[in-house]
T-cell receptor, first 111, second 114 residues
Framework: KQEVTQIPAALSVPEGENLVLNCSFT??????LQWFRQDPGKGLTSLLL?????REQTSGRLNASLDKSSGRSTLYIAASQPGDSATYLC??????????FGAGTQVVVTP | KAGVTQTPRYLIKTRGQQVTLSCSPI?????VSWYQQTPGQGLQFLFE???????NKGNFPGRFSGRQFSNSRSEMNVSTLELGDSALYLC?????????????FGSGTQLSVL
């Protein structure tokens, strides 16, 4: 059974610092991996999607890497801003498109 | 292009009642998935519909059911509500023709069971 773990559960950094969020999964037979952002009481916004054959994806200040063989992905957010404060979730997809989510990392960026 | 729309935004029900939640996907999207989010269990997959057919199902009891209409709008029904059904219910849509696409989520329906 696939298990997705995100460490740390919470993170607080001063504005301008780089953020590093970790995601690990137990079964390497994934189809793709997505990183999402969730603001309190709201739905999820997809940030990056990495196919199982890819090593990384980049969008603006965001960069996500994937090491399928070791069951790990890392989301880097450069030069953090207070607006980056949110919960970040990773999810792995099986070949049917069913997502298994981690519990998330709650990020606070202080001005 | 309008996003994924979920109604109602908030619901309060009592134990034993039933509830129906609605989701309108992004125009052109034929796949709708439903997820339950609770503080204790996190986000859990309920089911996915594609072109009016259930394509995938999570590990939830039969009290949780859904359907999809020809215009791709989807409804989720929970019968005989229990206190533990209190959660944020999220739906997500994508075109459904490939797995290499992002999911777009609605803002959710917050269900409270008293």
């Amino acid at each position: 059974k696939q298990e997705v773990t995100q460490i740390p559960a919470a993170l607080s950094v001063p504005e301008g610092e780089n953020l590093v969020l970790n995601c690990s999964f137990t079964d390497s037979a994934i189809y793709n991996l997505q990183w999402f952002r969730q603001d309190p009481g709201k739905g999820l916004t997809s940030l990056l999607l990495i196919q199982s054959s890819q090593r990384e994806q980049t969008s603006g200040r965001l960069n996500a890497s994937l090491d399928k063989s070791s069951g790990r992905s890392t989301l880097y957010i450069a030069a953090s801003q207070p607006g980056d404060s949110a919960t970040y979730l990773c999810a792995v997809s099986d070949s049917w498109g069913k997502l298994q989510f981690g519990a998330g990392t709650q990020v606070v960026v202080t001005p | 292009k309008a996003g994924v729309t979920q109604t109602p935004r908030y619901l309060i029900k009592t134990r034993g009642q039933q509830v129906t939640l609605s989701c309108s996907p992004i125009s052109g999207h034929r796949s709708v998935s439903w997820y339950q989010q609770t503080p204790g269990q996190g986000l859990q997959f309920l089911f996915e519909y594609f072109s009016e057919t259930q394509r995938n199902k999570g590990n939830f009891p039969g009290r949780f059911s859904g359907r999809q209409f020809s215009n791709s709008r989807s409804e989720m029904n929970v019968s005989t509500l229990e206190l533990g059904d209190s959660a944020l219910y999220l739906c997500a849509s994508r075109s459904g023709t490939t797995l290499t696409e992002k999911l777009f989520f609605g803002s959710g329906t917050q269900l409270s069971v008293l």
